[in-house]
């Protein structure tokens, strides 16, 4: 399992069917879990499996939709805040990184956070 991250789809499956595994081990033989519960749990997980997916593909969908925007500032100057004051620069670069939407203006990595305006559509 990652530690100190987000489980991911086939480390949750494993953990499920652990669970199962343990569960079948330790029922009562008097009192069987019913095959609908098991097939109840299944479906569940099942759904669980599916919106894991989706949440993946949106992710990815985010992060190209990102990329398309940032394309269109490249060639254009933009006024950036550096964290030491602003500065105007062209934007040479788009990039994802982690996650994130990183220009590179004038030799230096920002992210489109940083960015306060678009100076002329050059």
């Known amino acids: 399992m990652a530690f100190g991250g987000a489980i991911t789809a086939?480390?949750?499956?494993?953990?499920?069917?652990?669970?199962?595994?343990t569960q079948i081990q330790n029922q009562d033989p008097l009192s069987p879990v019913k095959q609908e519960e098991f097939i109840q749990q299944l479906?569940?997980?099942?759904t669980l499996e599916g919106v894991?997916?989706?949440n993946t593909q949106f992710a990815d969908m985010l992060a190209l939709q990102q990329?398309?925007?940032?394309?269109?500032?490249v060639g254009k100057s933009v006024r950036i805040d550096?964290?030491?004051?602003?500065?105007?620069g062209k934007?040479?670069?788009?990039?994802?990184?982690?996650?994130?939407?990183?220009?590179?203006?004038?030799g230096?990595?920002?992210?489109?956070?940083?960015?306060?305006?678009i100076v002329d559509g050059a």
Do not use: C, H, K, P
Request: hydrophobic share 40%; aromatic share 4%.
């Open 10 to 21: 086939q480390e949750s499956q494993q953990q499920f069917l652990q669970l199962l595994v």
């Open 52 to 54: 894991e997916r989706l």
């Open 91 to 106: 934007v040479d670069e788009v990039s994802s990184v982690d996650g994130r939407l990183m220009l590179r203006v004038a």
């Open 67 to 73: 990329l398309t925007n940032g394309a269109q500032l």
């Open 108 to 117: 230096q990595q920002v992210g489109i956070e940083n960015v306060l305006s």
């Open 82 to 88: 550096d964290g030491a004051g602003t500065q105007v």
């Open 43 to 46: 479906a569940q997980f099942s």
